[in-house]
């Protein structure tokens, strides 16, 4: 079955979480407790999956306040919802299966994989794939 932000909406709600589109100002996607904030006006179905991932793998994965960034153990909390994302987004399966496919451009892999393009290449970046800085 492939992953949309619909399927990603029904496991929030399966694992208790409130996702609501709001008026976001300064971030995408935003996680406190049991709800989580999408930014509304996220035009791509695509980057707003990618976006709700990340947020539920804070969930997952994540403990308090952590949107300072120059702290070291916030950073480290931040990597780990997006490695969260990453595998349940573009699991190393689903990139092989795209790439066997002839879809070995970026833009074409996001495309049949149905991501954002950023999210992909940070993915395929993860997961030794692809060798870029960002």
Same mark, same amino acid.
């Given at each position: 079955?492939?992953?949309? /932000?619909?399927?990603?909406?029904?496991?929030?709600? &399966?694992?208790?979480?409130?996702?609501?589109?709001?008026?976001l100002q300064s971030v995408d996607g935003l996680q406190v407790g049991t709800r989580i904030?999408?930014?509304?006006?996220?035009?791509? %179905?695509? +980057? +707003?999956?990618?976006?709700?991932?990340?947020?539920?793998?804070?969930?997952?994965?994540? *403990?308090?306040?952590?949107? #300072?960034? %120059? &702290?070291?153990?916030?950073?480290?909390?931040?990597?780990? *919802?997006?490695?969260? *994302?990453?595998?349940?987004?573009?699991?190393?399966?689903?990139?092989?299966?795209?790439? %066997? +496919?002839? /879809?070995?451009?970026?833009?074409?892999?996001?495309? /049949?994989? #149905?991501? #954002?393009?950023?999210?992909?290449?940070?993915?395929?970046? /993860?997961?030794?794939?692809?060798?870029? %800085?960002?």
């Amino acid at each position: 079955m492939e992953l949309t /932000y619909e399927t990603l909406l029904d496991e929030a709600l &399966d694992a208790g979480l409130d996702v609501k589109e709001k008026k976001l100002q300064s971030v995408d996607g935003l996680q406190v407790g049991t709800r989580i904030a999408i930014r509304k006006d996220i035009e791509m %179905s695509n +980057k +707003k999956m990618c976006v709700l991932a990340e947020e539920i793998g804070h969930y997952m994965t994540s *403990a308090g306040n952590i949107l #300072d960034q %120059s &702290d070291l153990n916030n950073a480290k909390q931040e990597r780990r *919802a997006r490695v969260w *994302a990453f595998n349940r987004v573009i699991p190393v399966e689903r990139i092989i299966e795209a790439a %066997s +496919k002839g /879809y070995t451009q970026v833009y074409e892999m996001a495309e /049949y994989l #149905d991501v #954002d393009e950023e999210f992909l290449r940070e993915g395929l970046t /993860y997961h030794r794939i692809l060798d870029i %800085s960002l």
